[in-house]
């Protein structure tokens, strides 16, 4: 049974800080990977999608890794903002089904 | 171009009604999936509509059920409604790919009392 984590479960740092955030997985049999933010009370906004065959993804001051052999995805946030503060949440798309699994998320506090 | 719209907004519910929550997907998207997401916990799957059939179904009882049109556009009904539902409810369109990126809806906020 696939399923997600993320430590660190809350994470508080100072403007210009870079930072990363990281996510592990069970099952390597996966699909893709997701990352998103999401406000409070908000819905999810798309980050970067990392397909089963990709390595790493990029956009703006987020870049997003996958190693799918050892079940894990780091999300690294450059030059912090307030703005950041959000949760941010991973979700993977396992193989042989059309379902997605969300870890809980990590909620970040980007102090200025 | 709109992206994933859902109505309504916020809803409050007696223990025991019924709930009606829609989702009307992005613009050339066909593949609706729903999600219940509790307070501090990642969104659950419930099911995911594909060509007006539900595809998928995620560890969610029979009280929860869909529907999906001709247009694509979705429905989530919850019968005999208990506390434990109370939650941010999210539509999320895509292509029918399983590799393909999900666009979210802003959630309907469902208060069960």
């Known amino acids: 049974k696939q399923e997600v984590t993320q430590i660190p479960a809350a994470l508080s740092v100072p403007e210009g800080e870079n930072l990363v955030l990281n996510c592990s997985f069970t099952?390597?049999?996966?699909?893709?990977l997701q990352w998103f933010r999401q406000d409070p009370g908000k819905g999810l906004t798309s980050l970067l999608l990392?397909?089963?065959?990709?390595r790493e993804q990029t956009s703006g001051r987020l870049n997003a890794s996958l190693d799918k052999s050892s079940g894990r995805s780091t999300l690294y946030i450059a030059a912090s903002q307030p703005g950041d503060s959000a949760t941010y949440l991973c979700?993977?798309?396992?193989?042989?089904?059309?379902?997605?699994?969300f870890g809980a998320g990590t909620r970040l506090f980007v102090k200025a | 171009d709109a992206g994933v719209t859902q109505s309504p907004t916020h809803l409050i519910k007696t223990r025991g009604q019924q709930v009606t929550l829609r989702c009307s997907p992005k613009s050339g998207h066909d593949t609706v999936s729903w999600y219940q997401q509790a307070l501090g916990q990642g969104p659950q799957f419930i099911f995911q509509y594909y060509e007006e059939e539900e595809r998928q179904r995620g560890n969610f009882p029979d009280r929860f059920s869909g529907h999906q049109f001709p247009n694509y556009s979705s429905e989530l009904n919850v019968n005999a409604l208990l506390l434990g539902d109370s939650a941010l409810y999210l539509c999320a369109s895509s292509l029918p790919d399983r590799g393909v990126e999900q666009y979210f809806g802003p959630g309907t906020r469902l208060t069960v009392t």
């Open positions: 990392i397909q089963s065959s990709q």
């Open positions: 099952d390597s049999a996966i699909y893709n």
């Open positions: 979700a993977v798309r396992p193989t042989g089904g059309f379902k997605t699994i």
